[in-house]
């Protein structure tokens, strides 16, 4: 028989390997920042190992709630049906060309038929995305009473219960004038907003259950004027002092609206997480009112902190941080949202090779 190389995760480990994998295969692992998952690759329930793992999974079911601990079952069996229940915190995933298995260890590295000596795998990922814990097991159910002998063991998912972890972000105050704010508001208010999609694979996309907001692209020059001059001023300089980079381009002037009505939100991201929004480096959110309840920033990758800033105020964070922004319950709250980039970044988004 023909000895093969199996990748092991080592706890610690960033899952970004299998994040960036998931995303053609229709399911953003990004979302599951703040909770515990596990990923469980069963390839088939046709052989006796993966029959195993899913007759142990189905007898936790009850552990699975998508509030501390989620589950995604990796098949790479193109028969297999399996209905995901994403309001418990269930998925399950074609794996067509085992990219995610190999992530996983649980297909061979060398480029074997997909399913020869395939092993089942559990890694167990922790809410900051770094690889918790991982096992293999057998045709045995018993075999996999261990992993969940392993959950039930763990703390509740939030950093703060032994160690804060400070997510890195910015606090700028006073970018805006209150009047300013005001304008800004008017100006969304007076012209023509529209729903705010997001992109996968590229392409963007409507998923009220993902995201919900709408957006004005503000056009008045003299008011992008002062919005650049502000920006020059106050955020540049801190973002080349703290981060060493130097920032030269501006994305988009956005003002949003997450209203209460709508039940607005936006669910676990990264903003640089495709290849058209690659050359972004730093998102800011302006304040532009306080009359709201919820829609708070989230970093749930760090911590379950939740942000909110005075009127004028601004947060700054690398595009590559896994943030949401939580449920508004009452009123609208509004944010000018732009993104910042360097000449890299630049280059990037032109389809310019970057030395």
């Known amino acids: 028989m023909a000895s093969h190389t199996y990748r092991q995760p080592t706890a610690g480990q960033a899952f970004v390997d299998i994040v960036e994998g998931s995303h053609r295969h229709g399911l953003t692992l990004d979302r599951f920042a703040g909770k ?97 814990a991982h096992f293999h097991t057998g045709a045995d159910v018993a075999e996999c009473e261990a992993i969940f002998a392993f959950l039930t063991g763990l703390p509740v998912p939030d950093p703060f219960t032994s160690c804060e972890i400070p997510a890195p972000i910015l606090v700028l105050p006073r970018l805006f004038e209150p009047e300013f704010c005001a304008s800004l508001i008017g100006l969304y208010e007076q012209g023509h907003p529209r729903d705010s999609g997001f992109m996968r694979n590229n392409v963007e996309m409507f998923d009220y259950s993902f995201k919900r907001r709408r957006d004005y692209f503000v056009d008045d020059e003299a008011v992008k004027q002062i919005i650049l001059r502000r920006i020059s001023m106050c955020v540049i300089p801190e973002i080349r002092k703290l981060f060493f980079m130097k920032i030269t381009r501006i994305e988009r002037y956005l003002v949003g609206c997450y209203a209460a009505e709508d039940e607005a939100h936006f669910r676990p991201h990264r903003d640089n997480g495709q290849a058209v929004t690659a050359h972004r480096r730093f998102a800011l959110s302006v304040a532009l009112n306080e009359d709201f309840d919820g829609g708070e920033l989230l970093f749930p990758e760090y911590n379950q902190r939740r942000h909110r800033v005075p009127r004028g105020w601004g947060i700054v964070f690398p595009c590559a941080v896994v943030h949401a922004v939580t449920r508004v319950t009452r009123g609208c709250r509004y944010a000018f949202l732009p993104f910042l980039f360097d000449e890299v970044g630049a280059k990037i988004k032109a389809g310019m090779p970057v030395e």
């Open 36 to 132: 515990y998952l596990v990923i469980c690759c069963f390839g088939s329930s046709q052989i006796r190992p993966g029959r195993a793992a899913l007759d142990a999974f189905r007898g936790h079911e009850s552990v699975f709630n998508d509030a501390t601990v989620s589950f995604v079952g990796i098949t790479v069996d193109p028969g297999e049906r399996f209905e995901s229940r994403s309001q418990s915190g269930i998925h399950f995933l074609l794996d067509r060309d085992g990219e995610i298995s190999r992530h996983c260890g649980a297909a061979p590295i060398e480029a074997v038929p997909l399913g020869t000596q395939y092993r089942v795998t559990w890694t167990i990922v922790d809410p900051s995305l770094h690889v918790l």
